[in-house]
């Protein structure tokens, strides 16, 4: 996938190049040679690298879960939707948290104490869109949650190894 | 358990056996995992990686399966669907008040996109607004009236969108753009024009513009100072015509002041540049 990305970003830039320096969509006031530099430096922008390597470890963390889950369901169905709903909870946890953090009600706080717990935050490793629109991601915050979703996977794969040595075959 | 000579006491099989197995990765990893995301997420916060909240008022808007997948980090992907199927038919329709709707959704969605602030308010303060100055259902007055309406719309969506990303001078230029060509205010413009040109980024031309709205406002002091301030702080990138433009710009300013001979500054420089400056 990122082989491809990569093909289709370079096939862009050249074209968009290439029309910049024919005078196409240039900003006012700006030389054309300016404005595509301007284009090849976001195109080739190492924050892509970032974006990259978060998505990976984004697909790595629900694909151990994944792994865990078919350890004990019986059907793929279960198994391709449960993915998908974590996926979707992933995206929630932080603002499970902050609920849980929050909220004073007992049976509120177990359920959200769950959610907490068991699922992964996988908005942290969503910073495409930032990345994208040319906000600074510090390595240091990449190196955090690569650490984060490379433990959580360990996590999810030491329980998946246990349930499937239990399990006959 | 298993003692020696009296064989195993206890035997864990099955469902317990695996609960004891578990039960360490639970008490130990899912704390460690907890703990591990409170810095994550205190950068986030501090760097407003994490998007708004989508409350109930964005999901009566988008409807429930966009605000599902909004929730489920498609918020960039919604925002580019609105714009499309929103904002740019409601554009080509000419249905103002649905226009300025998906235009603050797609830009409360993704508030650190600059490109939804800026092509937001050119839709209102330019578009909506001449619209509407020559929409014949309105009388005379009430066409004025709206059209203006529709200008501080664009100027205050703009606002919000410099209030979202104080670090880039593109939406400082487009206010300073906005004031001068829509609400004629060349002077409420050069401050925003000022702050785009501290920028080190800012294109040359924004420097220049700074000059002209101080000449336009009737600010020939400040205009002179501000072509010094140009002259003496050159950028990279700045041509030796556009040092002879600033050059005569500067000129004009001190003939405008009328300054004695003794504090002119331009006319000392004349003889530094090769090209001519009257050119």
Redesign the interface.
Known sequence: MSTVFAVVLGITERQVVAAALAGEGV?????PG?FASQISSQTRDPALIKALLLIFHQMVMISSITLLIATFATSVIFNVISAIII??C???E??A?ESWLGDPSIIKKTLLLLV???I?????L?????V??G????WA?VG??I??AV??SS?AL??AY??F??KEI | LHFPGKGNLIVVT??P??AL??LP??LL??????L??K???Q??LE?K???P?VSMDVRDKVGQNMA?AI???F??FVSDIIWIMQVHISWENEIWYKLKEGVELAALL?P????FWDTGAWHMAWNASYAESINQRYTREHRKKVEKAWIQEGRDFLQKGVENNPDDYLLYHRMGWLYREKMEDPAGAIPYLKKAYSFPEA???VGTMVGHMCVESGKHREAWEWWKHLWLNPRD?ESEPLRARILRWGIESEEKLALPEHERFFSLQKNSLKLDPNR
Request: charged share 20%; glycine share 14%.
């Open positions: 900003t006012p006031g700006l030389d300016q996926y979707i992933g995206h929630l932080g603002l948290r907490t717990f068991l992964p935050d996988l908005g942290s969503d910073v495409v869109d930032h994208v629109i906000r600074p991601v510090a915050y955090k949650t650490g984060y433990f959580y996590l030491a329980a246990c349930i040595q239990e | 099955g469902i056996r695996l197995r578990l990765i639970i990893g899912l704390p460690i995992k907890v591990m995301e810095p994550i997420h950068y986030r760097h990686l994490a998007g909240r599902v929730l489920g980090g918020r960039g993704q650190h996109s600059k490109f294109p040359l031309f990138g």
